[in-house]
């Protein structure tokens, strides 16, 4: 194949971090939630009594936030085609991996954080990840370099990114490997600048939505919004951009309208890729 080349991508949304990335015809899956009803609360205490607020400068713990889903997935789990592997950025939030789509690690290849796979066991498809760790593995008949890339989403403390390699994609006139870049929940920081010094990104999928939590001492950001997206595509070279996680949660501040006013001016518009749930997208670069 030839060193210039590029995968073929194919995006299906299926609701918040939730989609299926069809690359050179496997198929990985981002961050199963399936058991969503439009309209139902979450009550996240569960999750609340697990961390150490005060670590985080607070005098007094705050209640746990109840969390609304907007809009179910626009499919189900058994509508799915066969996945080789899951992308699985935390396991600890609702949001991100629910009852319903634990039911698809049982028996597949899961990558995720370090204390995920301590969670998970005694699955032994899945892998932990530490930042800028990578590890390779046959998925679809194909051997991937798959590598952890730091994240900050308050306030839990272990979340990763993924970048997505295997050498039919070939290398980039510019000496570097082509690769697929997945960011998980994180706000901008400026470690992941590093992404573009190593890899050229040729499709960046990022979860946006700006998702905002009030606190005591103020309204705390734990997802990028639509500046820190355009910020972290160029900064690392993104070839084309899909933003995904803004619709489904009312904790989400940012929606498409937002988004679109935002890559309109800062003149990236271009590079965006948008996506209709449930509908295959491919992605032009």
Wanted: proline share 8%; glycine share 10%.
């Amino acid at each position: 194949m030839a060193a210039t080349s590029k995968p073929t991508v194919t995006i299906t949304h299926i609701t918040t971090a939730t989609a299926i990335l069809n690359i050179d015809g496997v198929n990985f899956l981002t961050d199963p939630f399936f058991g969503a009803i439009e309209g139902t609360e979450y009550d996240s205490t569960a999750v609340w009594e697990q961390v150490d607020l005060k670590r985080f400068g607070f005098d007094r713990i705050p209640p746990p936030p109840h969390l609304i889903n907007k809009q179910g997935p626009a499919l189900q789990l058994n509508e799915l085609p066969p996945i080789d592997a899951v992308l699985l950025s935390h396991e600890d939030h609702l949001d991100n991996l629910d009852p319903e789509g634990r039911k698809l690690l049982d028996g597949r290849k899961v990558f995720t954080t370090m204390d995920g796979a301590n969670n998970l066991r005694p699955r032994p498809g899945v892998v932990g990840l530490r930042p800028w760790e990578t590890v390779t593995s046959c998925i679809g008949g194909k051997m991937y370099r798959i590598t952890g890339t730091p994240c900050k989403h308050f306030p839990i403390g272990e979340v990763t990114g993924f970048i997505l390699e295997t050498d039919s994609f070939g290398v980039d006139p510019s000496g570097k490997p082509n690769a697929i870049y997945f960011s998980g929940d994180t706000v901008y920081i400026d470690e992941l600048r590093e992404i573009g010094k190593k890899w050229h990104i040729t499709v960046a999928i990022f979860n946006l939505g700006n998702a905002t939590f009030e606190f005591p001492t103020g309204p705390v950001q734990i997802t990028m919004d639509g500046k820190q997206a355009v910020q972290l595509a160029r900064d690392i070279g993104a070839d084309a951009m899909v933003p995904i996680h803004f619709e489904s949660w009312e904790h989400f501040k940012e929606g498409r309208e937002e988004l679109l006013e935002v890559f309109t001016q800062e003149g990236f518009l271009d590079k965006v890729c948008w996506t209709v749930p449930g509908v295959p997208k491919e992605v032009v670069f």
